[in-house]
């Protein structure tokens, strides 16, 4: 590496934020050589994404600014270049895919003209070789019947394909460096190891050089060469991946090694009373047509499924995304209307009207996967904890609710003088706590966690689990935990349900599922997530 | 004692962390507003007109603040007194008379406002006929010329100017500026204020709600809107006899539908919300979600809204009041001043002072609801 394609020296980001300037990243320097892969690696606000947009400047000046630094490309400086070198460079030797292959294209052209846009402008092609070369390239990112899929729509494929797309874009022009941010993160695992093939397999072909953000380490052992981790803004670590992992140096890599969720499954004690109970339950959304609406078919969002779940133990759902998991959560917790039998605590639920649900409301809690969005962002803690028992426990004096909510928060480990903040004041993982504390304020029997953990960065991640797993134990709760991740469903499940197609796959105790999985698909995933292995095609959905 | 200990912890934590009076999204919402020069001036210029046209009575006004008559204290600005009790015959007293101020004069003192006449008053003692130039543009003489002693008469003195003019009817335009301006300003804020409460509810019913309701309900408004408001205010015009409350009725039965689709759409994206799906699940009853989870986010579209609809009533009443379908003849009104410029263009005091104040004042208001905006964008940095 005598020469490295890119060279990042001494830079800083700066954002101004009113009167004063925040500092986002602080004095980094790497080097990413020829056909080389780059992981830099850190948990969400540690600058990694900053750090790759400033590549490309596509940061939002004027707010944002460089106090120091040069960013050399083939012996330019990009940081110094004006609008015009930028743009030859831009989506031409340097592309870019991102995180959220759902916003990344525009919903109003079909594949085939976001594609050849790019070659039109960038190479001058006509119309005829733009489209030759478009199919080629779908081609080369591995969408089956290219031809079929010119003229479609983005919302007319799947998450993984749009992320396919995006490469194909990215690759269009044969870059020398793709940066990739977090291109994973909002697939499903099994897409996950699919795409992360896909990359690997086109770096080596065409013999690009990539930078690659992510925050999960399971990635960066499997796709980089070198790996520089990043905290506060700053690079703490940074060397061959093999090195990295093996022999940690700093603190914060070592933090971040042990962060992983791990330890076996609890055992499953199946003589506990069942909390909630559901019996062939079904949510059958109909597909109206014609002048007069008829329903003429149905999306089976949940076909028939049996389910149980015990005091002081944890269902775990498992599944990719459009399985029917969190539908399944929503009918059981009575959300959503549903056929079938629902018990909870013995008595019949299914029956009940939303309004005479609200009696049985706070012994059945949810928490929701998005911390940032299931907090009103115009309430202070104490007002969100305490929604609750304004309703459910009228008789309280305001006394005795701030009380409560400050046990509530010294359980959920919070300090208790934050209750007159608001949300925003908060990181990822204490609104995640906070969502915990407002569900547990009013004591519940069960919980349903719909991906709890999801939004939130790997050592967060960690600490919540053993959150819940302490809540569970001291209070006997009942959890129904959703999850795509297999890795925090085995640190906290009792008892597994694998759903594909809103029908039940597989079902058993969390030892039989994770140690003796009975069929391919539950195979597939735990692959997917172990050893991010993608299975061939068939298996799992693309 | 550990009872007391934790007691008293708790204690110290409540008192560390006393509530800002705003929220912090609020303070940097202020800030911005500051930071906009332009709208933070326009909102303490339009504060301190308004401010001074509610007390109209007190600036511009044909009976004196206080007067001291035999001994007693009155108020003739908040009492009417019986012209009986200084010798006249009047039911209520004419304090410009000369006679009645003679004989308070003689007994006691008055304190009179800056501008003694009141938007109706007649100036009877004009230099020349109606409308008659503002009192600077004569000299003193001539100005004094119509009192009985002329310049040496106590009439003759700055109190009696009429600074912008007579209009036709010999009316002080100053004083019907002021009370015209009031008048404006009460309408349109009345009128917003009503409107919004009618649209933000209606409009979030419908985005709560969905399904039929809003369907009917976005019908309805379609073709309720699609009536032509001013001709139909033209035609109750001729039925019902105008007034200031009758107006502000047919005016307000059209102008809360704007408010509607805002809201609307506030509350259609805002229902899904994660924090509303979790307020739903705490079993928190519909109305509570919609007041303390939904409108706050609606309310940032309507304040945006708001003081260009604001803007918009204050010009549909000027232009009623300029046909001639306005208020009801007497009031003091920027329209009907507007009119009187049209009709006497050789009298050019009249126009341009209804046009100054009616642009003044309107642009005060847009450069506030500029301010407004901005401050409300999360996205806009002052720099």
Known sequence: MSDPLLSIRDLSVAFAQGEEEMLAVDRVSFDIGRGETVALVGESGSGKSVTALSVLKLLPYPAASHPSGQILYGGRDLLAGDEAELRRVRGNEITMIFQEPMTSLNPLHTIEKQIGEILKLHRGMGDKQAAERTLELLHQVGIQEPEKRLDAFPHQLSGGQRQRVMIAMALANEPDLLIADEPTTALDVTVQAQILELLARLRRDNDMSMLFITHDLGIVRKVADRVCVMTGGKIVESGPTEEIFSNPQHAYTRHLLAAEPKGEPPQADLGAEKVIQGDGIKVWFPIKKGLLRRTVDYVKGVDGVDVTVRAGQTLGVVGESGSGKTTLGLALSRMIASDGEIRFSGARIDERSFRQMRPLRHKMQIVFQDPFGSLSPRMSVAEIIQEGLRIHERQLSAEERDRMVVEVLQEVGLDPTARFRYPHEFSGGQRQRIAIARAMVLRPSFVMLDEPTSALDMSVQAQVVDLLRDLQKRHGLAYLFISHDLKVVRALANEVIVMRAGKVVEAGTADQIFHAPKTDYTKALIAAAFEIAAVPGGVVSE | ?383
């Not at chain 2, 009976?63 to 908040?78: D, F, M, Q, R, T």
């Not at chain 2, 003019?165 to 301006?181: E, H, N, P, S």
């Not at chain 2, 309900?217 to 035609?235: A, G, K």
């Not at chain 2, 409350?245 to 509350?267: C, K, N, Q």
């Open chain 2, 1 to 383: 004692m550990s009872d007391v200990q934790s007691k008293t912890q708790v204690e110290r934590v409540r008192r560390r962390v006393a509530r800002p009076w705003l929220s912090p999204i609020n303070q940097r919402r202020w800030q911005n507003f500051k930071a906009n020069r332009r709208g933070y001036w326009s909102l303490w210029i339009f504060l301190v007109l308004f401010v001074l046209s509610l007390f109209a009575e007190f600036i511009a006004n044909d009976k004196p603040i206080l007067a001291s008559y035999k001994g007693e204290i009155l108020v003739p600005v908040l009492v009417d007194y019986p012209e009986e009790m200084f010798g006249g015959f009047l039911a209520v007293t004419d304090y410009r008379d000369p006679f009645i101020q003679e004989e308070i004069k003689a007994n006691g003192w008055m304190l009179w406002p800056p501008v003694r006449y009141s938007y109706r008053t007649v100036n009877s003692e004009i230099p020349e006929a109606a409308p008659a130039k503002p009192s600077w543009l004569y000299t003193e003489e001539v100005r004094c010329q119509r009192y009985d002693l002329g310049v040496d008469d106590p009439r003759c003195t700055i109190g009696n100017w009429n600074w912008l003019g007579t209009d036709d009817q010999a009316r002080d335009v100053l004083a019907r500026v002021i009370y015209g301006f009031r008048i404006s300003v009460l309408f349109g804020l009345i009128l917003t204020a009503a409107s919004a409460v009618i649209g933000v509810s209606s409009g979030a019913m419908q985005g709560y709600f969905g399904g039929w309701i809003d369907l009917l309900f976005q019908r309805f408004i379609e073709i309720w809107s699609s009536i032509p408001v001013l001709y139909l205010i033209l035609i109750i015009a001729a039925v019902l006899p105008p007034g200031f409350w009758i107006l502000l009725g047919i005016m307000l039965l059209f102008s809360w539908v704007a408010f509607v689709g805002v809201v609307r759409a506030e509350f259609l994206r805002a229902r899904n919300f994660e924090y509303v799906s979790a307020a739903r699940a705490l079993g928190v009853p519909n109305r509570t979600i919609m007041f303390r989870h939904l409108l706050p986010n609606a309310m940032v579209a309507t304040l945006t809204f708001l003081p260009f609809i604001l803007n918009g009533s204050i010009t549909t009443l000027t232009s009623l009041d300029f046909l001639g379908f306005g208020l009801p003849p007497g009031s003091p009104s920027l329209g009907e001043l507007l009119r009187q410029g049209q009709r006497n263009l050789d009298s050019p005091w009249l126009g341009i002072t209804g046009f100054f104040s009616l642009s003044i004042m309107l642009s005060l208001l847009i450069f506030i609801g500029e301010a407004v905006r901005d401050a409300f964008d999360p996205r806009k940095t002052f720099k």
